[in-house]
């Protein structure tokens, strides 16, 4: 009942600034989200403690507790400025969208595409990606971005129609997901995944920032299940609050042996893609999971001990 209830409160919330965010001019609204998001890093122990345990993993072991706690710091209000920035959408001007966002490397996904292929782009929670993907729509791409599911299915609903204000689809991770995205790729479309969260909890090991992490598959199944290309993509929220995405160079999958040896290739390869955008950045990773949950419950031990 606590928990439905949470879910409710959330969803009022929600509904409740996306009539209030697009009537704030979006310099002053990410002013005040990021107070915000200040504030609540000092209010939520159990959140700062995780993204501080995922940010000790990236900075590698030994990093001073002051930067750590900075830069976590940092993942807070980058997360705010973004809620707010959601809640704003309806408001881009698209016609105006340069000026806010600069796309740098574009020909490497116009190059994809042109192989006709089709192309699966990955990306992670870095930046921002509800307004940096807007770029598709004004580039005139049709993709397919996967979304993870949100309960109550009524804030899923009105967050993809934020996020999809703008001529974007976005569809929830699943089955049914998987077989629309599959059948795009095989029409040469464009297909968009976050690959740095196992929502699912059916992901595979691999190496990533120097620890195993359990990270998703689907972008590497699908890659070679229709042999689309792989584009990795990732915004960057810059002082001035614009952005800048970077398009990566295809990645470059051998592809040989089975299926599972081809796919955990192309997992690792995107894996170490998303490990130099993260950690040029860290203080932009907006995840509040812990991507590495063995070394928490080392801690926890070690506490007890």
Not at 116 to 131: C, E, K, M, Q, S
Not at 196 to 214: C, E, H, L, Y
Request: glycine fraction near 8%.
């Amino acid at each position: 009942m606590r928990g439905r209830r949470k879910r409710m409160a959330k969803l009022w919330a929600f509904w409740l600034a996306s009539l209030v965010c697009p009537l704030v001019p979006r310099r002053v609204g990410c002013l005040v989200a990021g107070f915000l998001g200040s504030l609540t890093y000092f209010l939520a122990p159990g959140a700062r403690r995780v993204v501080q345990d995922n940010l000790r993993v990236v900075l590698s072991s030994g990093a001073p507790a002051d930067k750590v706690a900075w830069l976590a710091r940092g993942v807070f209000r980058n997360t705010a400025k973004n809620y707010f920035e959601l809640c704003w959408l309806r408001k881009l001007d698209m016609d105006k969208f340069d000026r806010l966002v600069r796309m740098e490397g574009h020909d490497n996904l116009l190059k994809a595409i042109d192989e006709g292929r089709g192309v699966v782009v990955v990306t992670a929670h870095l930046g921002n990606f509800d307004i940096c993907g807007q770029g598709f729509a004004v580039r005139s791409h049709k993709v397919t971005a996967i979304l993870e599911p949100l309960k109550p299915p009524q804030l899923f609903d009105l967050v993809q129609k934020l996020r999809g204000s703008k001529g974007v689809a976005y569809v929830p991770v699943g089955p049914s997901a998987l077989k629309e995205a599959i059948r795009s790729l095989r029409r040469g479309g464009i297909v968009v995944v976050a690959c740095d969260r196992d929502i699912q909890k059916t992901g595979v090991q691999v190496p990533f920032f120097g620890q195993m992490a359990s990270l998703p598959v689907g972008a590497a199944q699908m890659a070679v299940h229709t042999g689309a290309r792989i584009v990795p993509i990732f915004s960057e929220r810059l002082p001035d609050d614009s952005f800048v995405v970077h398009f990566d160079p295809p990645l470059e999958i051998d592809g040989a042996g089975n299926g599972n040896e081809a796919t955990k290739e192309a997992l690792g390869c995107i894996a170490a893609a998303m490990e130099r955008r993260i950690a040029a950045h860290p203080e932009q990773w907006v995840v509040f999971e812990r991507i590495w949950p063995e070394l928490g419950q080392e801690k926890r031990v070690d506490r007890h001990n």
